[in-house]
């Protein structure tokens, strides 16, 4: 047992004490896990849309200060009462939405979105007790989705942990905790159940021969190459709703597509540029939560269909031990996604590099 256990660890985190305005390094407390909950030392971690989002606080309920971070690889420090699947020493991926095994949607074969401890952006403390295990000064300091990866140590629902082979690169497949999961298991999935370069990916794994990358960044489509694109579309360069570019171009729609900014336009547009008859949109990008979804009805009465997708539809506990042993074997090139990597100490950084389009994934390195 770790001689930290039940004590109070001292440790360094990046705290964002206001919306939009870079984190700083503190030495931050972090408490002993209680009952189902894990304290995990993180040694990788990795920038996510998501984070920067809610560091935004635009559309979304701001709630600061606050560690943010759900995209991670570490090693189990303590566990709390009940853990019995996790131990000490055991190299885990903490995962922003998470499986209890008991709920209806975790004994399905359909769903991953657990009862308990599905994905919640606005609760900042442990589901368990309603407080929050880190703190500065005596003052609590909030959690973000479960994880707060952006710290050396974190606290971690047991539920919300992917026990994983030793012997898989930390550095590599903690990318696997998030994005890559989720923008490409609309196309494929460990159980057979039917972000921008990510469902390029999937597309391009599942077979695709023709996939269309659309964004407004047009430095990105050398970029979408290595991922299967083969043709880029900017609506910018266009005077007509890009849906209509797209039917246009494909013979009255294409076959699949999918959604990964968020943005409540390109969710219509994705719907609408699918093919009547057959085409399916996937959505998975987080909208403003005052968003509201558009469309004329007669767009589904022709038998499109419309969908989405909660993290791929991976139950965490259970499938994404199975995809770190077989990320090589399913043709899944991770370390392409991987585009930079800093010291935790320059984490703002990754930041820049995101809100500048230039990175997929930087990877930042707890110990620097």
């Not at 989705?145 to 082979?165: D, P, Q, W």
């Not at 460990?190 to 430095?219: F, H, K, M, P, Q």
């Amino acid at each position: 047992m770790s001689s930290t256990n039940s004590q109070v660890i001292r440790c360094k985190a990046a705290v964002a004490w206001e919306a939009g305005k870079p984190l700083v390094i503190e030495e931050v407390e972090v408490a002993p896990p209680q009952k189902m909950e894990v304290r995990v030392k993180i040694l990788f971690t990795s920038l996510c849309h998501t984070d920067v989002y809610f560091w935004e606080a635009k559309g979304q309920t701001p709630l600061f200060p606050r560690i943010f971070g759900h995209e991670a690889g570490g090693i189990v420090e303590s566990v709390g009462e009940g853990v019995t699947e996790v131990a000490p020493g055991d190299h885990v991926l903490p995962v922003f939405t998470g499986e209890c095994k008991e709920c209806r949607h975790c004994k399905s074969a359909e769903s991953n979105m657990c009862d308990l401890l599905r994905i919640n952006t606005d609760r900042g403390v442990m589901i368990g007790d309603g407080k929050s295990r880190f703190s500065k000064d005596g003052k609590p300091i909030y959690h973000f989705v479960g994880t707060s990866t952006f710290s050396e140590y974190t606290v971690v629902h047991v539920g919300c942990l992917a026990k994983i082979n030793p012997a898989a690169p930390l550095d590599i497949v903690c990318v696997l905790s998030c994005g890559i999961s989720t923008g490409r298991l609309p196309l494929i999935s460990t159980r057979n159940v039917d972000e921008d370069d990510v469902a390029a990916e999937g597309a391009r794994i599942a077979g695709a021969s023709r996939i269309i990358g659309v964004d407004l960044n047009a430095n990105r489509f050398n970029e979408a190459k290595k991922f299967g694109v083969t043709e880029f579309v900017n609506p910018k360069d266009h005077d007509k709703p890009i849906q209509e570019v797209l039917i246009g171009m494909t013979d009255g729609g294409v076959d699949r597509s999918i959604e990964c900014t968020g943005n409540v336009s390109a969710m219509i547009s994705a719907f609408e540029c699918v093919h009547d008859g057959w085409g399916v949109a996937v959505l998975v990008g987080v909208p403003n939560k005052d968003d509201a979804f558009k469309t004329h009805p007669m767009n589904l009465l022709n038998e499109r269909t419309l969908k989405g997708t909660f993290f791929g539809n991976y139950k965490p506990r259970t499938d994404i031990p199975v995809v770190v042993e077989r990320y090589k074997e399913m043709g899944l090139e991770l370390d392409k996604f991987i585009t930079h990597r800093v010291p935790f100490s320059e984490i703002n950084k990754a930041f820049d590099y995101m809100l500048r389009g230039e990175s997929i994934r930087c990877i930042i390195t707890m110990d620097d």
